[in-house]
């Protein structure tokens, strides 16, 4: 008997499945990842770990019930990584539960590089310890677990997680926005969690347990002590050795390290997260400020100083007490509450309000290098990455709307200048969208979004959507901007505002005689100078380019006889703005040598009879090339001309 399949195709459910570049198939209804993933190549089947649904994270083994946009994600993408990362984390469970029955996991999240789990155990993890549990990691990679999820009750969790209180309390913070949670399983573990995952464990080619720590649960100092396995995994064992290599030079280049050794900062514990600038860092800090403040002149920006401690009413205005009071430092002023400040927005608004505007006066630019204060937690303090007062080179435009694209193509201009130009690095270009319990209207975020994405698509910049991770104000436009070794850091952010102005209103007068709003755009170029400031140090490992060396010049007499005239050199060169020094020690030439070169000064300047009698130096740099004999004054316009250019 004749069967037409075609009936079959007319009683099945189909769903329409748009790809990134806007390309629509019909898929049966239950479609998974894998799957579209097949049809679009085997290459893309093979290299794929996850799937966006609708900007919603799948794992590829989760059925697709409707019609949907969907991006699959490799692990060269971000959600990739995580997806992959987040696998890895279960796997890491798994072999600790395994080896250590008695112990609780907590959590265990996908972070910037790797992972980490929390587990409650009764004596901290050894190093053989961890030994162990990458063996036993390797026998649950290898027995290739096939990774499944469930939709469960609140209920049904309680009864599964019964003996993990850590689970209990999450499950309890769940139920005030579900009836249910999703459970995902491997052999004979399960876990909470909200996905995406790999599909199976197999999939983790190469990993590798990095140290352990203490941390408290959920961070908080009164509750539990917990300790923290961190990890990284890769693809290949090619990835994982070559990322290994790069840790270890990470290492080398540590910029608390290198800051302690040439004596640029250090941390007290009297004041968790606050640097101290000593005179060598102070002189890089003030070096890049003054490096901006000469490029404003140039570019139409004002430079404003605004106070520190300001009331509550200011912040709930601005949406910061609703949205980032956990991260303020709180006090009182007049018996009323008030904060430090942690950002610079709401104070330039209110010089803004100072007087009547005009169209004519637009765009206008303030720009501010005051100190903020945010209050971190302790425990994710580190060096400068992380601190709790910091410097950003921040500035607030006021626009009409008519100016929001050529100010912003304005900024990717100066941004090119300083990354590109002036520093060497290349950037990658991220624009983050609404995120949850944001600022304003959906059609005011719309607005600004499309705004931005015509300005990227009008500067032939390639962008990625980061979905969600916006300001709680308006989207922005993050930079990316990779160093020496191949890590990419968040710097530049261009932050588009519709919210501030209505929030505060702000108006000028049109050139129509009407009352207008303005548009707000927030920009910070290096971002934290604390922050950018650690990723020059690691970036040139503590050798500087001689226009941001705190150590420029060294004077090195060969003999007693000899120091008198290289005071007269470092008087020369300092009178010119250039930072020298003389070594008057006893030590050898030799060793005065190798101790300039450790201290990173570029230019080593050896003075003897021959030189004291022609009135020259003969010169070295500090990577052992010898320039031979020159005049001051010959070398003093090389040097100037050097840092002119900043080369």
Same mark, same amino acid.
């Given at each position: 008997?004749?069967?037409?399949?075609n009936l079959?195709?007319?009683?099945?459910?189909?769903?329409?499945?748009?790809?990134?570049?806007?390309?629509?198939k019909?898929?049966?209804?239950?479609?998974?990842?894998?799957?579209?993933?097949q049809?679009?190549?085997?290459r893309?089947?093979?290299?794929?770990?996850?799937i966006?649904v609708n900007?919603?994270?799948?794992d590829l083994?989760?059925p697709?019930?409707?019609d949907a946009?969907?991006?699959i994600?490799?692990f060269?993408?971000?959600?990739?990584?995580?997806?992959f990362?987040?696998s890895?984390?279960?796997?890491?469970?798994q072999?600790?539960?395994?080896?250590f029955?008695?112990?609780?996991?907590?959590?265990?999240?996908?972070?910037?590089e790797?992972?980490?789990?929390?587990? &409650?155990? *009764? *004596?901290?993890?050894?190093?053989?310890?961890?030994e162990?549990?990458?063996?036993?990691?390797?026998?649950?990679?290898k027995?290739?677990?096939?990774?499944?999820r469930a939709?469960?009750?609140i209920?049904?969790a309680?009864?599964?997680?019964?003996h993990?209180k850590?689970?209990?309390?999450?499950?309890d913070?769940?139920?005030?926005?579900?009836?249910?949670v999703?459970?995902?399983?491997?052999g004979?573990f399960?876990?909470?969690c909200?996905?995406?995952?790999?599909?199976?464990?197999?999939r983790?080619?190469?990993? *590798?347990?990095?140290?352990?720590?203490?941390?408290?649960?959920r961070?908080?100092q009164?509750?539990?002590?917990?300790?923290?396995?961190?990890?990284?995994s890769?693809?290949?064992?090619?990835?994982?050795?070559d990322h290994?290599h790069?840790?270890?030079?990470a290492?080398?280049?540590?910029?608390?390290?290198?800051?302690t050794?040439? &004596?640029?900062?250090?941390f007290q514990?009297?004041?968790?997260?606050?640097?101290?600038?000593h005179?060598?860092g102070?002189?890089?800090?003030?070096?890049?400020?003054?490096?901006l403040?000469?490029?404003?002149v140039?570019?139409?920006?004002q430079e404003?100083?605004?106070p520190?401690?300001?009331?509550?009413?200011?912040?709930?205005?601005s949406?910061?007490?609703?949205?980032?009071?956990?991260n303020?430092?709180?006090?009182t002023? &007049?018996g009323?509450?008030?904060s430090?400040?942690?950002?610079?927005?709401?104070?330039?608004?209110?010089?803004?309000?100072t007087?009547v505007?005009?169209?004519?006066?637009?765009?206008?630019?303030?720009?501010?290098f005051?100190?903020?204060?945010?209050n971190?937690?302790?425990?994710?303090l580190?060096?400068?990455?992380?601190?709790?007062k910091?410097?950003?080179?921040?500035?607030?435009?006021?626009?009409?709307?008519?100016?929001?694209?050529p100010?912003?193509h304005k900024?990717?201009d100066f941004?090119?200048?300083l990354?590109?130009?002036?520093f060497g690095?290349?950037?990658t270009?991220?624009?983050?969208?609404?995120?949850?319990? $944001?600022?304003g209207?959906?059609?005011?975020?719309?607005?600004?979004?499309?705004?931005?994405?015509?300005?990227?698509?009008?500067?032939?910049?390639?962008?990625?959507?980061?979905?969600?991770?916006? $300001?709680?104000?308006g989207?922005?436009?993050?930079f990316?901007?990779?160093? $020496?070794?191949?890590?990419s850091?968040q710097?530049?952010?261009i932050?588009?505002?519709?919210?501030f102005?209505?929030?505060f209103?702000?108006?000028?007068?049109?050139?129509?005689g009407k009352?207008?709003?303005?548009?707000?755009?927030?920009?910070?170029?290096?971002?934290?100078?604390?922050?950018?400031i650690?990723i020059?140090?690691?970036?040139?490992?503590?050798?500087?380019?001689?226009?941001?060396?705190?150590?420029?010049?060294?004077l090195?007499?060969?003999? &007693?006889?000899?120091?008198?005239y290289?005071?007269?050199v470092?008087?020369?060169?300092?009178?010119?703005?250039?930072?020298?020094?003389?070594?008057?020690?006893?030590?050898?030439t030799?060793?005065?040598?190798?101790?300039?070169?450790?201290?990173?000064?570029s230019y080593l300047?050896?003075?003897g009879?021959?030189?004291m009698?022609?009135?020259?130096?003969n010169?070295r740099?500090r990577d052992e090339?010898v320039?031979?004999e020159k005049?001051?004054d010959?070398?003093?316009?090389?040097?100037?001309?050097?840092?002119?250019?900043?080369?």
């Amino acid at each position: 008997m004749f069967i037409n399949p075609n009936l079959f195709a007319l009683s099945m459910t189909v769903i329409t499945i748009e790809l990134p570049d806007g390309t629509k198939k019909q898929h049966p209804k239950g479609v998974t990842g894998i799957q579209i993933a097949q049809s679009i190549g085997a290459r893309l089947a093979r290299d794929a770990v996850a799937i966006k649904v609708n900007n919603e994270l799948y794992d590829l083994f989760r059925p697709i019930e409707q019609d949907a946009k969907i991006m699959i994600l490799t692990f060269d993408q971000k959600e990739g990584k995580s997806a992959f990362w987040h696998s890895t984390a279960h796997v890491l469970a798994q072999a600790v539960l395994s080896l250590f029955p008695d112990a609780k996991p907590t959590i265990g999240p996908p972070i910037d590089e790797g992972f980490y789990y929390d587990f &409650d155990v *009764k *004596k901290p993890f050894a190093a053989d310890d961890l030994e162990k549990i990458e063996k036993k990691m390797e026998e649950i990679v290898k027995s290739d677990y096939s990774i499944s999820r469930a939709v469960v009750s609140i209920k049904d969790a309680k009864k599964q997680f019964k003996h993990n209180k850590y689970k209990l309390e999450l499950i309890d913070d769940f139920s005030q926005q579900s009836e249910t949670v999703s459970v995902y399983s491997q052999g004979d573990f399960s876990d909470l969690c909200r996905g995406g995952h790999v599909p199976n464990t197999g999939r983790i080619g190469a990993f *590798k347990l990095l140290k352990t720590s203490s941390a408290y649960w959920r961070g908080d100092q009164k509750r539990e002590s917990l300790q923290r396995i961190y990890g990284i995994s890769f693809p290949t064992v090619k990835q994982l050795k070559d990322h290994l290599h790069m840790l270890e030079e990470a290492e080398k280049r540590d910029h608390r390290k290198i800051g302690t050794a040439l &004596d640029l900062f250090s941390f007290q514990d009297v004041s968790p997260g606050s640097p101290f600038f000593h005179p060598k860092g102070t002189f890089i800090f003030n070096t890049l400020t003054n490096f901006l403040r000469s490029e404003y002149v140039k570019r139409g920006y004002q430079e404003v100083i605004t106070p520190q401690l300001f009331h509550k009413e200011l912040w709930e205005i601005s949406g910061h007490w609703a949205h980032y009071k956990q991260n303020m430092f709180l006090t009182t002023m &007049d018996g009323q509450e008030a904060s430090i400040k942690p950002m610079n927005c709401p104070t330039h608004v209110l010089i803004y309000k100072t007087t009547v505007r005009s169209y004519r006066e637009l765009p206008l630019r303030f720009a501010d290098f005051g100190a903020l204060h945010r209050n971190e937690v302790r425990g994710t303090l580190g060096g400068l990455f992380r601190v709790r007062k910091l410097h950003q080179d921040d500035a607030h435009i006021f626009c009409a709307e008519e100016h929001i694209e050529p100010e912003i193509h304005k900024l990717i201009d100066f941004i090119r200048f300083l990354y590109q130009s002036t520093f060497g690095f290349q950037f990658t270009v991220e624009l983050s969208t609404k995120p949850d319990g $944001a600022l304003g209207s959906e059609e005011l975020w719309t607005k600004a979004e499309n705004s931005l994405k015509s300005a990227l698509d009008h500067a032939g910049l390639p962008f990625n959507i980061n979905p969600g991770d916006g $300001a709680f104000y308006g989207p922005k436009i993050d930079f990316h901007i990779k160093d $020496a070794l191949g890590r990419s850091w968040q710097c530049a952010t261009i932050q588009l505002d519709f919210n501030f102005p209505e929030r505060f209103n702000l108006e000028f007068d049109g050139s129509d005689g009407k009352r207008h709003r303005p548009v707000m755009i927030h920009r910070a170029l290096f971002g934290s100078l604390e922050r950018f400031i650690g990723i020059l140090i690691e970036h040139y490992a503590g050798r500087f380019p001689l226009w941001l060396n705190p150590n420029q010049v060294a004077l090195l007499p060969i003999a &007693d006889r000899h120091a008198d005239y290289c005071k007269e050199v470092v008087s020369m060169l300092r009178g010119e703005g250039l930072r020298a020094d003389v070594n008057e020690s006893a030590e050898t030439t030799g060793k005065k040598i190798r101790d300039a070169q450790v201290a990173q000064y570029s230019y080593l300047l050896i003075v003897g009879d021959v030189e004291m009698k022609n009135k020259t130096v003969n010169v070295r740099t500090r990577d052992e090339k010898v320039h031979g004999e020159k005049s001051v004054d010959v070398l003093l316009k090389e040097l100037i001309a050097e840092i002119k250019n900043r080369k």
